[in-house]
């Protein structure tokens, strides 16, 4: 008698053929015949984890998470969007979108409210090493004044 295998044969597909046959012998009625089959089936052929979609704002947010973790590097939208695997294009349009600003505005945005943390912490900390504790080179940067600097999350 010619045997068909679901798939290639090896261990696995002769573990669910002896399976098969026991669910088959053991059945009491077809709805059990049925419900243990489809059991059987899902435990070899389906993936093991259940699988996740990770949305636009999931791949934003670790970028986010990667620029809090790093604020003091230098970061341009080119390097990020390598990084993560976006078009610099898809990677700007996500933060318009998620966040209401520009890349380069957000970077801003995060520095200057981890600049207002660490003079909550620090008030003896000079300018100046405030402004390389949150990733500028000069202390001058904080002379402009934002219009957003305490209204965004």
Not at 25 to 38: C, Q
Request: proline fraction near 4%; glycine fraction near 4%; hydrophobic fraction near 35%.
């Amino acid at each position: 008698m010619e045997q068909f295998y679901l798939y290639s044969p090896g261990s696995d597909s002769l573990q669910f053929e002896k399976k098969t046959e026991a669910i088959v012998r053991s059945s009491g009625s077809y709805e059990e015949l049925k419900a243990e089959y489809w059991e059987c089936i899902s435990r070899h052929f389906l993936p093991k984890a259940p699988m996740t979609v990770i949305t636009d704002e999931d791949q934003l947010n670790a970028v986010i998470i990667h620029l809090k973790n790093n604020l003091k590097d230098k970061h341009n939208l080119s390097d990020l969007s390598t990084a993560f695997g976006f078009s610099q294009s898809k990677l700007s349009k996500l933060f318009r979108n998620f966040k209401g600003m520009s890349f380069v505005e957000y970077l801003t945005y995060l520095r200057i409210e981890r600049a207002k943390e660490f003079i909550q912490s620090h008030p003896s900390l000079l300018i100046n090493d405030l402004a390389h504790q949150v990733g500028y080179d000069a202390p001058l940067y904080f002379s402009v004044e934002r219009p957003w600097h305490s209204t965004r999350s």
